[in-house]
């Protein structure tokens, strides 16, 4: 008989991550309830629609106003809650929830307990490393007592310890991947390179990066690497940047690349069609275009793992910022390289180094596509969750 498991996701961009995990319980007899502000939400492998609810999105209670009015209503969310979870656990059959979100973590835990369902807080790189007001923390910290907690990096656990969390309370479960999710697709850099005679000639050390262009953090992050590569010039006078992604600093990264006369060396590829940077059905014909992959992100979520994964399945070598979670599955100087990203002199160095090493750059791939296989397979992870949700 399949073990029922409601998972809550109020308002995280990540849930879409972990659809792969989800697809490998459902093969090992769990089944799986999503409740979530996304309409839609896919078992991507099978093609069909997972048991969905649409959730509506009520509170940020990271805005102190929003956090002050949901106090004051607190007695009917709870009260709310309460019938809630006993309708599920009598009329569905579930006794296990999963949640992500501040708010039904904080109206859900007590009362979970009270009435013996098993909660689960997850716990995502990029929630854990946002501030937090006050009250909100204090909120936290007093509920995580009564439930399991899991998160998906080692930075988390130690952020997650020094906010109060007890350590007895917190797993940590790398993410994983399944290979033969990697599909080929023709990308518009590929196209360019098959029509233009003239590129095949030339051999590019071609340096890539997958992100989301939706945000001023991520212009200032790409303007060091932009900085990077044209200081890079002088010794790797054939380097060019081809940027994976879409969103509203697009435009102004082009203009960027036009002031510092650099727009020759940088690719924008992307659009409507490109899928979330990590839920890439196609994502292997990209990588296939790097020699060296780059993150320079400040603050990682799931999807930026997975991509960092599978670059590492294929053999690229990385660089990647340091500090901020990318430890858990990057081993620095060994199957790929940490260094601080807001030096644009460190990122040059960096990239000067490994183009000019090409021995390094296959021990890093080697490397890391033994650590993939040997750790970050999405069956061992499904284990280790496996014995949780047992």
């Known amino acids: ?80 809650s309460f019938f809630l979870l006993l309708y599920i656990k009598f009329s569905k059959k ?38 937090r007001n006050k009250t909100l923390t204090w909120l936290l910290k007093n509920h995580s007592r009564f ?30 991947i399944k290979q033969k999710n990697l599909q080929r697709q023709e990308n518009i850099f590929e196209q360019i390179a098959q029509n233009d005679k003239s590129l095949k000639k ?14 001023e953090k991520i212009g200032d992050k790409l303007e060091k690497l932009f900085q990077a590569v044209k200081k890079s010039l002088v010794v790797v ?32 590829v992307g659009g409507p069609n490109l899928p979330e940077a990590g839920s890439q059905k196609h994502l292997k014909k990209w990588l296939d275009s790097f020699d060296l992959l780059i993150s320079v992100c400040d603050n990682i979520d799931l999807n930026d793992l997975h991509v960092m994964l599978h670059a590492m399945a ?5 660089i990647a910022p340091e500090y901020i979670g990318f430890e858990t599955i990057i081993e620095n100087k060994k199957n790929g390289s940490l260094i601080n990203t807001d030096n644009s002199d460190n990122i040059a160095q960096e990239i000067i180094d490994l183009q000019q090493s090409k021995t390094r750059r296959q021990e890093y791939g080697k490397s890391a596509n033994e650590a993939v296989q040997n750790y970050f397979t999405i069956s061992r992870i499904a284990d280790q969750l496996e014995l949780i949700l047992r």
């Open 94 to 131: 579930i006794n296990t929830i999963i949640c992500s979100h501040y708010l039904e973590k904080i109206c859900f835990t007590k009362i979970s307990r009270l009435l013996k369902i098993n909660l689960i807080w997850l716990e995502f790189p990029d929630t854990v490393n946002e501030k």
């Open 1 to 80: 008989m399949k073990k029922k498991i409601l998972f809550i996701d109020s308002q995280t961009k990540n849930l879409c991550a972990l659809s792969t995990l989800l697809n490998e319980l459902e093969t090992r007899d769990f089944e799986f309830i999503i409740f979530s502000p996304c309409a839609k939400f896919y078992n991507e492998e099978r093609n069909q629609e997972w048991h969905n609810k649409k959730l509506p999105q009520l509170f940020n209670l990271n805005i102190t106003w929003q956090l002050i009015f949901f106090i004051i209503l607190s007695p009917i969310f709870i009260l709310a």
């Open 314 to 318: 294929t053999e690229l070598p990385i």
């Open 237 to 268: 006078p054939h380097i060019q940047l081809i940027i994976v992604g879409e969103g509203g600093e697009r435009k102004n990264l082009g203009w960027l690349t036009k002031r510092m006369e650099i727009d020759n060396l940088i690719w924008f």
């Open 202 to 215: 030339r051999k590019f050390f071609t340096i890539g990066i997958v992100t989301e262009l939706n945000n």
């Open 147 to 176: 439930t399991r907690v899991i998160c998906f990096t080692n930075n988390s656990k130690d952020l997650l310890a020094k906010q109060g969390y007890k350590l007895e309370n917190i797993s940590v479960i790398a993410p994983g």
